[in-house]
């Protein structure tokens, strides 16, 4: 195509990242145009996860002075008010790490001893706003037994997190989206990036239905950002796409279990989690293994870990009964060899004005304050931001 549209920004991918950004970019006089390859918001790893949001103890033991930790610990004061806003759902179901030895037990006093100190002290990094966060707690087996009363007799007690909650990140993405549009964003979809150009200064995004110039690029792009920097030689990062299979669980079960449950694994990479959804249903797994990112093939030992895992907790339960549906995602890792995952979000040296973004695990938890983030990258940049004096932050309109 010869002819392009000049705009501000183009927002690659329409996952609960780039809507939260394009939410937040909308305060600002900007022409904002999000580009998506699906049909639909949130299609893609936004809607293969967990649906946990980190309101506690979770996010206070990420690895300190990092962005992961940053951007889950600043979110946390930012759900309630969100919510409410933009009328998604938002539950709180409480979180139960489980003990079943002397082992477990340690491993989650270090834990607690560190999100207790974190969130009440005020020269700390991770403060967290008072009133948003309840200190967690020790619970032995009748503490446990109460607020679970099916909960195998094998665990001696739990550490108890009040603060997480759920949410469904597809409706919240939806919710983003809807409030950036009613702000003048505007969204393309089923438009796929072949090429990009950089030519006098500009981003030339080109797909076979549109042809976009654009001052500046974010690479929200998912599992497929790797690929998007790759065009304009911008990838300074690395990650690996781990395959996550989950298993979704009818409301039946959702009305006996409460809680999100979770043990510690030993031996293996897979998660050992159940945990209620905000529409009273239940999610088991994770099973975790390496793939090509177009093997999207459900596995019969996927679906039969997050069973195995599900009986484990609750052995009394027949929640091979009571299956849904199998749910298969990829999320990407970055430092797989350390543990240590991080956000990416940067701007390239060589490539200035093109913002790469990256989250993978605790990505939906983060997304309240990705965008404030980028917008002080923005800042620090150089990028002169007007804001707008008419911008509504209450949700009004559907993106079709």
Request: with cysteine; charged share 25%; aromatic share 8%.
């Amino acid at each position: 195509m010869s002819q392009f549209v000049d705009i501000d920004v183009a927002i690659i991918g329409a996952g609960i990242a780039g809507t939260s950004i394009a939410r937040e970019l909308s305060k600002y006089d900007l022409s904002i145009t999000v580009l998506e390859r699906t049909n639909g918001i949130g299609l893609e790893g936004t809607a293969t996860n967990h649906h946990l949001v980190c309101q506690g103890g979770d996010s206070l033991t990420f690895r300190p002075g990092t962005l992961h930790a940053e951007l889950n610990i600043k979110s946390i004061p930012l759900w309630p008010k969100l919510a409410e806003d933009l009328n998604f759902k938002f539950r709180r179901i409480g979180g139960l790490w489980l003990i079943r030895d002397n082992s477990d037990f340690n491993k989650f006093q270090k834990m607690y001893l560190r999100a207790f100190k974190s969130s009440l002290d005020p020269k700390s990094p991770n403060l967290i706003p008072e009133g948003s966060f309840t200190p967690l707690k020790f619970i032995d087996k009748k503490g446990l037994k109460d607020l679970e009363p099916e909960i195998s007799d094998e665990f001696l007690g739990a550490l108890y997190d009040p603060n997480l909650a759920t949410v469904d990140p597809p409706e919240v993405a939806r919710a983003y989206a809807e409030n950036a549009k009613a702000n003048g964003v505007n969204f393309l979809f089923n438009t796929e990036i072949k090429k990009i150009n950089k030519v006098l200064g500009k981003f030339e995004l080109i797909s076979d239905k549109i042809s976009i110039r654009s001052k500046l690029v974010i690479n929200a792009a998912g599992i497929e950002a790797d690929r998007m920097a790759e065009l304009v030689k911008a990838r300074d990062f690395s990650y690996v796409p781990f395959k996550g299979t989950i298993v979704e669980l009818d409301e039946d079960l959702g009305k006996m279990i409460k809680h999100e449950a979770l043990v510690l694994p030993r031996g293996s990479p897979h998660l050992q989690v159940i945990a209620p959804t905000v529409d009273n249903k239940l999610l088991a797994g994770i099973y975790l293994e390496m793939s090509y990112r177009s093997n999207k093939e459900v596995k019969d030992y996927a679906v039969k870990h997050a069973i195995d895992v599900s009986k484990k907790l609750f052995p009394k339960i027949p929640f091979e009964n009571h299956i849904t549906r199998p749910i298969t995602g990829f999320m990407a890792m970055t430092n797989p060899d350390t543990g240590w995952h991080d956000f990416v979000i940067g701007m390239p040296d060589l490539v200035p004005y093109w913002i790469n973004i990256v989250l993978g695990p605790a990505g939906v938890s983060a997304s309240p304050y990705l965008g404030k983030k980028v917008v002080e990258l923005l800042y620090k940049s150089g990028v002169n931001l007007v804001e707008k004096k008419n911008f509504s932050n209450v949700r009004k309109e559907v993106v079709p």
